[in-house]
């Protein structure tokens, strides 16, 4: 649900998650969250707002003498209290006559040694507790921008995961001003923002976690009550290479073990329970009196208001005047819960395709052979499925996805096929349908459409390099760990792998489940295709190593990839029906590559390549020698690769390839008692289970000797 794009779109789109909201109507919270609310039953019993200072010393005291886990205020007091007797004797000393100064100085002499001389000195003394977070505001306008040495005081540790990305690099909002308490009242164990922004529907789907200040993060009122609440000390921001201006985009937000998945820019998709009230509503005026003190104790607290003149009132998805303390309480709600709503990129990317490629398709052959009645009902019908299937799979499990953009994508394409079917000629209808299959090709990218004779069915020959991957014991791992884990670890290993795909100027083909198959080459030439398919082989495999970090502390199990390379004559073009093409590659070489991808669970290996691949790559990395294999499928042998680095490894790895080779000659050469020598000495240095494989063949050998005559040290593989 990107506001980055049209906001016409993303206004629709929010229409469409808060009718899902109301259909689905309140959901049970977690009961940790209490609301002390400054309604109107405590206007009226104590007087209009502001109160005096010594009258909410008083309500934190009550709510501190319950033992809360924490006490969040969400509201600012940038002014002193007028009504202070040390204020109001201020002023009097100020404006009065000479010879009354003296007397209103010996009079405030003597009201100093009163507790209650200083009614804001009252507010702070109370809110000196370990679980108490006040609140301040930022400005984002320059003409707002306040002295830049005023800054708010965050108690949390703050870190970035990679380590290696710093604070100003974070694609946060940028504030350019802070309105804080006054430091008498500032005395809590740590404060958080309270800014809000309604999207271009004027509705709050999304609220900052983090803003930036001074190129440092700090977190809202919300984050801060439920990590104090939860006695949580570290807040880690997980960033991705992904960078919008220069700046790495947010994957989420971390509070010990507990993962929050927010927008590019740090946001988090409330999830909201209910209409107003669904969370525990305490008086102030109740409060102060003495009542609910055991319905205070270990919760999370916030004190606000709902009374309709103090203008805190904002538009939800359940009404157009909700109050803002209880959307923090529904934040803190999602933190504790972890139930958030995530907004899914990838996921909506493919669901775009599908909706305008085969809804799009389905309507125009259904308006093809029916009446445009008829066809108008089969319409609508499919809008009601793509928006209860929306409903169902994703919103009902916390997934945001736009379908918008799709449906009026579909309904514009839908439309034009209509509109030219009613007023042109069968050969002109004929022309648009045929125009119309074409756009159904899911893999073509803008330059495809300039050049529409590459979406024909005639294949043609071309050298390119192919490249396929694959999780290692995927299904096992499913098992493990719930769907909603696996769906996430998915998402960001496709979407990792898919930009270094792009990046290095590969054409991802298409996803088999969690695996992955890439073309170099096509659509447009690329002299340096091995080459660049070399480096996004190494540069995945790093990426890997990363994210495996990062995916221990989010709770996600580590996993490893196959990947193989093979660089060849194949052939290229649209293949599939008049109705749908698919824009790939097919031939020997296609298969060699898949089975190369196969083979590294066999040697132990993550990345394999063949001969082609590493003559085509050139001098600019350094690949170390497996074997000489005949795969299944295939009659003519093929030495293969294992890739090490760019440029040149560590001695230690050049001379363990160097014996490993030596051994390998001697093993070709038939002589297997030596070459098992050789390799059990490679096997002391160098401890991978190619060595093993090599040990366990030979000993096959020794019992069972090949026929010297045909014997060349080729090994046949029988299976994929």
Known sequence: MPESGNRLIFSLDSQVFSAMFKFRGKEKTSGKVVIVDIDEPSLKALGQWPWSRDILARLVNKIEDSHPLSLGLDMIFPEKDRSSPSNWLDNLEKKTYTSLIPVIQNLKQNLKQQKNYNFDTLFG?????????????????????????EVPFVSANINVSPHNVPFSHLNLSEAKGVVLNIPDIDQGESQGFINVFPNAGGIIHKIPLLVSFNSLPYPSLALETAR??????????????????NKNTIIGISLGNRFIPTDNFGAISVNYRGPLRTFRYCSAIDIINGKYSSLLKNKFVLIGTSASGLSDLRATPFSSAFPGVEINATIIDNIIKQDAFQYDRFTESMIIYLIVILGGAALTVILTFTTPLLCGSAGLAFFSVVLVGNYKFFFMNHKLIGVVYPLVSVTAVFATVIVTSLFFKEKEK???????????????????????????????????????????????????????????LLNFYLSAMTDIILDRKGMVDKYIGDAIMAIWGIPLDDPFHAENAMNAGLEMAEALKKMNVEWTAMGFPQISIGMGLNTGIVNVGNFGTSKRFDYT????????????????????????????????????????????VRVKGMDEPVKIFEPVCSGQPSAEIKINDKEFQAAFRMYRKGHFLKSKKMFEQCKIRDKRQINDVFIERINAFIKHPPDKDTWQGIYTFSAK
């Open 125 to 149: 003394d109370a809110l000196f507790r370990p679980n108490t977070i006040t609140g301040f505001s930022f400005t984002f306008s320059a003409a707002s921008g306040s002295d830049k040495d």
């Open 585 to 628: 590659v097919v031939g020997k070489n296609v298969n060699l590559a898949s089975r190369l991808e196969s083979l590294n669970k066999y040697y132990g290996t993550s990345f394999l390549i063949s001969q082609n691949t590493k003559n085509m790559a050139g001098g600019k990395f350094y690949s170390r020698f497996v074997d000489i």
């Open 430 to 488: 004929k022309f648009i349908e045929n125009a119309f299959a074409h756009y159904l090709a899911p893999s073509l990218v803008s330059q495809l459409l300039e050049q529409p004779e590459k979406l024909s069915l005639e294949g043609k020959e071309k050298e390119v390099t192919i490249f396929f991957s694959d999780i290692r014991n995927f299904t096992t791992i499913s098992e493990k760990i719930s769907s909603e884990k696996i769906a996430k």
């Open 228 to 245: 104090i609440g939860l006695k949580i000390k570290n807040i880690t921001i997980h960033t991705s290479e992904n960078k919008i201006d």
